[in-house]
């Protein structure tokens, strides 16, 4: 018995000790709150256990820090009072940073591969879609770069537990984010619109393909510019959330992600199967038309990238703790546009794997590319529109010559592309 009263007075001497430190802790609003709800608790003053797992209690006392307090005092104090009832904080930091770098980090080196091999090769010539691309992989740095300084500077944990200073300067960092991932989207749907007037010469196709990247260009350009100038003054982006600052976010992000998600999972779609139909079309060996499309056919991941990002999305509204609910939000966001830059450099990894590893790529040859001047090699024979290309065969007994006009439409391409499909085997299907 003695003993047992000895452990229970340690137990009260601990309790009041644990709250006569947290009532140190906590700013003065949090304590005439918590001297106000007290009463509604069946606990004793000093058993903070029992006072944590009081659900009525703390959530009166929630409602009144948020009433009384301002959003800074009432962060710190809900902060506070959960670590003091051993409530761990939540933190998905580790997972947003490693996501996005790692992604981020196999698109520039892509981009960069595809550059390095363009340059290098003496039948290449940089195009307009390896200018896009470019462009895309350094928007693409600035919208990974931030991703990581946001989450060291704690994004990515519950709000509370992160430092007002840090949660400001984070939410800086993520508002760059949020309009250089738009730039960085459709600065890769236009590479790959580039490459497509590479490699196709029907004109149907051709005005498709100008329709879809004029649409490209003003759906970024409108999405770009919603993000820029979603608060006014921009300030208020990241010092709203203080409460002490007058200004106004005029955008629902919700219903706007909505909108525009599906917009632009169907706009990617459409870009991934235009050359889908030509493809199908070619004469070759099964092999090589299974390589061909299936490298454009991993395309279609982009899109179940774009569905999560909208689920993230469902998942995020009325979010309390928004640094935390949306980090799936935001790593969908940039993998999305890391994912689009990596399969736009996908034909020109293609090249280079094939002569780095050609046992891999047998039904492809060698030699079949353009010169510096965007002509074809000598095995394709073929001129600017309107040329004449004489075929002329050779009868044994009569020597009969056969001509004929042809009218042939002339495209830019590289010795990349054109080893996409050999040009000494593929013909299209009248």
């Not at 300084?149 to 984010?177: H, Q």
């Not at 038309?289 to 279609?300: E, L, R, W």
């Not at 703790?321 to 996908?346: H, Q």
Request: net charge positive.
């Amino acid at each position: 018995m003695h003993l047992l009263s000895i452990l229970t007075s340690l137990a009260l001497l601990h309790g009041a000790f644990a709250q006569e430190e947290l009532l140190q802790r906590l700013p003065l609003c949090a304590n005439e709150c918590l001297e106000a709800t007290l009463p509604l608790s069946k606990c004793r003053a000093d058993d903070l256990a029992c006072l944590c797992t009081d659900t009525d209690f703390m959530g009166a006392a929630q409602l009144c820090n948020a009433g009384n307090c301002t959003v800074v005092e009432t962060m710190s104090a809900t902060n506070t009072t959960l670590a003091a009832c051993g409530v761990p904080i939540k933190n998905k930091t580790g997972e947003m940073v490693g996501v996005t770098a790692s992604f981020g980090a196999l698109a520039v080196v892509m981009v960069a591969f595809r550059l390095i091999h363009r340059a290098a090769s003496s039948k290449a010539q940089l195009g307009l879609d390896d200018l896009l691309i470019g462009l895309a992989g350094i928007a693409s740095l600035f919208q990974n770069v931030p991703v990581v300084v946001a989450g060291c500077l704690g994004f990515g944990r519950d709000i509370w537990s992160i430092p007002p200073e840090n949660l400001t300067a984070s939410l800086k960092w993520m508002y760059v984010t949020y309009f250089t991932y738009q730039i960085a989207e459709f600065l890769c749907q236009l590479s790959i619109l580039a490459f497509y007037l590479r490699i196709m010469t029907d004109p149907k196709t051709r005005r498709i393909v100008y329709g879809l990247a004029v649409f490209v260009v003003l759906f970024g350009l409108s999405n770009t510019f919603t993000m820029v100038l979603q608060c006014r003054p921009i300030p208020f982006f990241w010092n709203g959330w203080r409460g002490d600052t007058k200004g106004v976010c005029t955008v629902d992000v919700r219903l706007w992600g909505l909108i525009r998600g599906g917009i632009e999972i169907s706009l990617d779609l459409a870009i991934i199967i235009v050359p889908l139909p030509m493809l199908s079309k070619l004469q070759m060996s099964f092999r090589k038309k299974v390589q061909i499309m299936s490298m454009f056919c991993v395309g279609f991941v982009i899109t179940i990238v774009g569905c999560l990002r909208i689920w993230s999305l469902l998942a995020f509204d009325q979010s309390t703790n928004p640094t935390y609910d949306n980090v799936p939000g935001v790593y969908w966001c940039v993998t999305e546009a890391n994912l689009f830059i990596v399969v736009a450099c996908m034909p020109a990894i293609q090249a280079i794997l094939q002569k780095a590893i050609p046992s891999c790529f047998t039904g492809f040859r060698k030699g079949t590319g353009y010169d510096s001047n965007g002509k074809y090699g000598s095995s394709s024979g073929l001129g600017k529109k309107g040329s004449f290309m004489e075929q002329s065969s050779r009868n044994m007994k009569g020597g009969i010559t056969r001509s004929t006009n042809v009218d042939v439409y002339r495209t830019e391409r590289t010795a990349s592309d054109v080893e996409l499909v050999d040009q000494h085997d593929w013909k299209q299907t009248q």
